[in-house]
């Protein structure tokens, strides 16, 4: 490990001077120094993801009783997945709410699917793949501790303005200020786990490469983030960034569906005799999950009923749905294919993750925002933080592990399949209950009903990779078990999410979406 060290100490030396970090401790002349915060709107998705990627990617769960290097660091995701609770604090303290005003939609638009924050998302994907690929403690420990080092830089330097904002108004700011800085010490561990960790020469490759990149990418944030803060600064406020980002369309081109695959996608042959128990589990619980209770929850006894469900399904996979572009873009696909299977995995991620827009058409025309009234803070709760969307987040856990925990293609597509075949059976539900709705009501309903987009899918011709059917090539026994299991464990996310979402709706967890329902009818 001592080896490993003076790659981190180098890059924690580099960073410390960003120009982030200078700007934010430099007055400037009309400008209130807690102004200079407004580059966190820019790092939301981040600060607020941050408690799943300790909870379910950093933390080694379980498994951390097997030794004290996984424990020490579990030790430490156990404190740091709290601080997102802090952010939502400082939130309300600086009344982001009263300045953004942003409707629940518009917040959703912004965080995952404006143009301005998708290199944001680009790299939390990343970061997140370089957590679950190092599964090896002493690698994880270099990327945590490479993680820390950068909070630690940053939070030492928006002290300033958070000590000035108190002594102006008698307002703490916990997340930017003093308390939390007391509990980022800059370091993965708070003991000596890994002081004397002797490392094989592939695991220092590991570590120096994973950490280095780590930097790289919080190095480039902080640059966008700079420079977005400085822009909305001199533009007055969000005011303009509303506008272009934030607002979500009311209106889209489609086409009627549901979705026809004319390409090798469906398992819907035999498989090859090695991987005949993966697509024998893959039907089986497909079939399930369309013959069980959950289903009927798609089904009304009037049209009052139907459309504030309709209200509860969209709310209730909005997060999901507008997540699936970036997995589709980002955790899927290899960044250089180098054959024919990867470039399918690529050609296969181009063509899914196109409907999410439409779920805003949807939104807009349930008048979903009107009823809700949420501000920005009780959404992002929703989002990242409310115990009724925990389910949300332990399949995000899920997915996101079986896909970036293998490079194997067979794996990837059967990630994909068990996702579509499953999403599909009960969107077809969906799908029927918003068709009796949209048909009653005249409402534009594209995204519940499974319409489609126009614009075709532009790929260039590859007929070796277009030629592949994943399910009929030969694997390894390991590979059928990790077949059957990641299908298996999938499966039970989403029927524990179905659940979830069932036993929400009958607490009336969220009784705003029975609000105006008469006004639609």
């Known amino acids: 490990m001592d080896q490993v060290m003076p790659t981190i100490e180098y890059w924690r030396d580099r960073i410390e001077d960003h120009p982030l970090h200078t700007w934010l401790v430099t007055p400037e002349e009309g400008v209130e120094p807690e102004q200079k915060l407004w580059f966190a709107l820019y790092f939301t998705n981040f600060i607020m993801y941050f408690r799943e990627l300790n909870l ?55 965080l995952f699917l404006s143009g301005v924050n998708e290199d944001l998302r680009r790299r939390v994907t990343q970061i997140t793949k370089l957590v679950i690929e190092a599964e090896d403690p002493v690698v994880r420990f270099a990327v945590v501790e490479s993680i820390e080092a950068c909070g630690n830089a940053l939070f030492r330097h928006t002290g300033g303005p958070a000590a000035d904002f108190q002594e102006r108004t008698g307002k703490e700011l916990i997340y930017w ?167 399918a995995i690529n050609r296969l991620s181009k063509r899914f993750g196109r409907r999410a827009a439409m779920l805003f058409v949807d939104w807009q025309s349930l008048q ?9 803070s009780r959404t992002l709760d929703f989002i990242y933080l409310d115990k009724a969307t925990d389910s949300h987040r332990d399949t995000r856990g899920i997915i996101t592990h079986h896909i970036d925990v293998t490079l194997d293609p067979v794996l990837r597509y059967w990630t994909i ?13 969906t799908g029927e209950l918003a068709e009796w709705v949209a048909r009653d009501t005249g409402l534009d309903l594209p995204y519940m009903t499974l319409r489609l987009r126009p614009d075709p899918v532009e790929l260039e011709d590859d007929p070796q990779a277009d030629d592949i059917q994943f399910w009929r090539v030969p694997v390894s026994e390991a590979t059928a078990q990790q077949g059957v299991e990641l299908v298996t464990a999938i499966h039970a996310q989403i029927t524990a999410r179905l659940d979830a979402m069932v036993t929400s709706w009958e607490r009336q967890d969220y009784p705003e979406v029975f609000r105006h329902v008469d006004a639609l009818r």
């Open 56 to 110: 379910y990617h950093i933390s080694y769960g379980e498994d951390r009783v097997l030794d004290a290097q996984r424990e020490a660091i579990s030790a430490h995701a156990d404190e740091d997945m709290t601080h997102s609770r802090m952010f939502m604090h400082d939130l309300r303290t600086l009344d982001w709410d009263g300045m953004l005003g942003w409707r629940p939609s518009e917040l959703y638009w912004w």
């Open 177 to 343: 200020g003093a308390f939390h800085l007391a509990r980022e010490t800059g370091h993965a561990v708070d003991d000596d786990a890994f002081d004397h960790a002797v490392l094989t020469p592939e695991q220092r490759e590991a570590a120096r490469r994973k950490a280095t990149r780590i930097f790289e990418l919080i190095d480039e944030q902080n640059s966008d983030m700079l420079r977005l803060a400085q822009e909305t600064i001199s533009q007055g406020g969000f005011g303009y960034r509303r506008a272009v980002h934030a607002t979500p369309p009311k209106h889209l081109e489609t086409i009627p569906g549901p979705e026809v695959f004319d390409f090798n996608f469906w398992p819907d042959t035999d498989a090859h005799e090695s991987q005949r128990e993966i697509q024998a589990t893959w039907r089986r619980l497909r079939r399930s999950l369309r013959e069980s209770e959950h289903m009927r929850f798609f089904t009304a006894r009037d049209l009052d009923e139907a459309i504030a469900k309709l209200r509860f399904a969209v709310l209730y996979s909005a997060t999901d749905t507008c997540g699936t572009p970036t997995v589709y873009k980002y955790m899927l696909p290899y960044p250089i294919p180098v054959n024919a299977q990867q470039r």
């Open 368 to 376: 979903l925002d009107e009823c809700l009234n949420w501000p920005v």
């Open 417 to 429: 399949a068990t996702l579509k075949g499953l999403t599909e059976t009960y969107a077809t539900a």
